[in-house]
């Protein structure tokens, strides 16, 4: 089993930055895809942004791309998400996601998840 455990939201104005880590811990493997997803009030989880296990492929939502970037350090067991121009659109939990070898979209693939971490954008 591998725990997942994000950090780094908070409050930004709309055009700002942040940076998400996702640290793994427990039975980790490098044969994993990350992603991570978000969910907003009265919304479904949607997919974000996915990374293949060897950090070479990556994958975005439409909503975020060029914008956001995904990267990982296996060496650390860590994943990030680089957020730029941030919109208020962009206010949810965002979650750490893994799943054995290939990025999905879909949520229903990935069998580990973080707690979350809650990122504001105020316009």
């Known amino acids: 089993q591998v725990q997942l455990a994000e950090s780094g939201g908070g409050s930004v104005q709309a055009g700002g930055s942040l940076r998400l880590s996702c640290a793994a811990s427990?039975?980790?493997?490098?044969?994993?895809?990350m992603a991570w997803f978000r969910q907003a009030p009265g919304k479904e989880r949607e997919f974000v942004a996915g990374i293949s296990y060897t950090g070479s492929n990556s994958i975005y939502a439409d909503s975020v791309k060029g914008r956001f970037t995904i990267s990982r350090d296996n060496a650390k067991n860590a994943v990030f998400l680089q957020m730029n121009s941030l919109k208020s659109t962009d206010t949810a939990i965002y979650y750490c996601?893994?799943?054995?070898?290939?990025?999905?979209?879909?949520?229903?693939?990935?069998?580990?998840w973080g707690q979350g971490t809650q990122v504001t954008v105020s316009s």
């Open positions: 996601a893994a799943t054995p070898f290939l990025v999905h979209t879909s949520a229903s693939q990935y069998g580990n």
């Open positions: 427990g039975r980790t493997s490098r044969n994993v895809a």
